[in-house]
Nanobody, 126 residues
């Protein structure tokens, strides 16, 4: 069974950093694109960043460009989201997701992804 398990969330001060991890199992990790999404209470789910399976091409939401970095370690079946200069507006549940997608360009639309983790809470205090 495909499983994605997020970890690394928590409470951090304004301006701080967190590194989220997404541990994958049950599928051939390196064949699939990986994305991070987030959802705050009362708001729609937002695509944060994604990375392709082959070349590691990335895409970022404007709201996190220059502050967040997505990466993957295929040997460990794990994807990461390094989050720097965190702001209260970044407070949300963060989800990782996977889908076949394009090997050349990844997509931040939620419907492009087949499997989702349960999420990890990130809270940035002001």
């Amino acid at each position: 069974q495909v499983q994605l398990v997020e970890s690394g969330g928590g409470l951090v001060q304004d301006g701080g950093s967190l590194r989220l991890s997404c541990a994958a199992s049950g599928f051939t990790f390196d064949y699939y694109n990986i994305a991070w999404f987030r959802q705050a209470p009362g708001k729609e789910r937002e695509g944060v960043s994604c990375i392709t399976s082959n070349y590691g091409s990335t895409n970022y939401a404007d709201s996190v460009e220059g502050r967040f970095t997505i990466s993957r370690d295929n040997a460990k079946n794990t994807a990461y989201l390094q989050m720097n200069s965190l702001r209260p507006a970044d407070t949300a549940v963060y989800y990782c997701a996977t889908g076949p997608g394009s090997r050349r360009r990844c997509d931040l639309r939620a419907r492009m992804y087949d499997y989702w983790g349960q999420g990890t809470q990130v809270t940035v205090s002001s």
